[in-house]
């Protein structure tokens, strides 16, 4: 992948606007990224105060001497796609001989954790792994209700909070960067948890399984969780109409502030409208259907060879009766019997329109019959 392409899939979690609101860095690496990261921030602060300096044109001594004489910065930050932890500890060598006062950070390994972990971006991230009282996992297929579950969990305030933290950004930059992802796992597990200890984690089955290409591979993860939740879908046709649909309209959820006049929900309702339940359609619905499974199958089966005994929940279940569910949960993480109602709950999901839906479910059974 190019430098665009990374920072892309990286914006996801909006790293360079947020590090853009961020004034007086100096900035110290390589030519293309360098010039990403200028060209994104003037973008959006035409007047920013920040430096870049680019190590193909000028020597370390110059740039420090540069720094020195204009001591300006908040911090400084080492810029590399492949050698960011080699580079930083030439840049820190330097620095600490030099007694440079600010920080000297690193663009992924520190900044794009803290952002992670919502701490503040410009200090280095912890390279330590302190155990929390207790880390779990709730591992899924995509659509299967997991963000409405998760929100549940993260409501009670006694759960931790159970995201995605491994997904697209994490994973594009595993794979391209030599970004180490188990440092991103321990900051998390030292800095989001509930007050309680508890450290709760998402991991969808096709961003776990393309971590297997990336060094180090996803099979450390299992040392370093607890315990685990499968959450499945009974309903895998269902499921499979509802993955169609998010990736066409690029809708993955609503919310529940979200009204019928917001012109994004009207776009929506539209594209929902005029879709035609044809046999291409069905075909592609039968693809995903078949990608649930098997993905669902492989779940099984790393927990089977790891002779993991998880907790199954199914998104039908917490449908029907969220908080005995819950409660299900806690008292498998053995949290205690909280007792949760409902309304001790929330979810800020707002459930999708689902005539198109179920109008595709039909078709489907009838074209397809089992």
Not at 121 to 135: E, G, R, V
């Amino acid at each position: 992948m190019d430098v665009a392409q990374i920072f892309q899939a990286v914006e996801e979690i909006q790293f360079l606007k947020k590090l853009s609101l961020q004034n007086n860095l100096f900035f110290i690496g390589e030519t293309e990224i360098l010039e990403y990261i200028h060209n994104f921030f003037t973008s959006r602060q035409p007047a920013n105060d920040n430096c870049y300096c680019d190590l193909s044109n000028n020597s370390l001594e110059q740039i420090f001497n540069y720094f020195l004489n204009n001591n300006t910065y908040q911090a400084i930050v080492v810029v590399s796609l492949q050698k960011e932890l080699s580079l930083f500890m030439t840049v820190k060598e330097m620095g600490d001989r030099l007694n440079i006062n600010v920080p000297i950070v690193r663009l992924f390994a520190d900044i794009f954790i803290n952002l992670m972990c919502q701490r503040n971006l410009l200090q280095p991230s912890s390279n330590q792994l302190i155990k929390p009282k207790l880390a779990y996992a709730v591992l899924t297929t995509p659509r299967s209700g997991s963000t409405y579950f998760c929100d549940l969990l993260s409501s009670t305030a006694v759960a931790g909070y159970p995201i995605e933290h491994l997904r697209t950004a994490n994973q594009t930059l595993a794979l391209n960067c030599n970004f180490n992802y188990f440092r991103l796992l321990n900051n998390l597990m030292q800095y989001r948890t509930t007050s309680n200890g508890v450290f709760g984690t998402k991991l969808i089955s096709h961003f776990l399984f393309e971590l297997r290409q990336a060094k180090p591979k996803f099979g450390k993860i299992f040392q370093l969780i607890d315990k685990y939740i499968i959450l499945v879908r009974k309903d895998k046709v269902s499921q499979a109409v509802s993955l169609v649909l998010a990736q066409k309209t690029n809708v993955w959820h609503i919310h529940k502030n979200t009204s019928n006049d917001n012109p994004a929900f009207q776009e929506y309702q539209s594209f929902l409208n005029n879709i035609q339940i044809d046999r291409q359609l069905l075909v592609e619905v039968r693809k995903k259907y078949n990608f649930i499974v098997n993905q669902e199958k492989r779940l099984r089966r790393i927990l089977e060879v790891r002779q993991i005994e998880p907790l199954e929940v199914t998104y039908e279940a917490v449908l029907e009766n969220a908080p005995k569910q819950i409660n299900r949960v806690l008292e498998f993480l053995n949290l205690g019997d909280h007792s949760f109602e409902l309304h001790m709950m929330n979810s800020d999901i707002k459930k999708m329109p689902s005539d198109i839906s179920q109008a595709i479910v039909e078709r489907y059974k009838a074209t397809f019959k089992p």
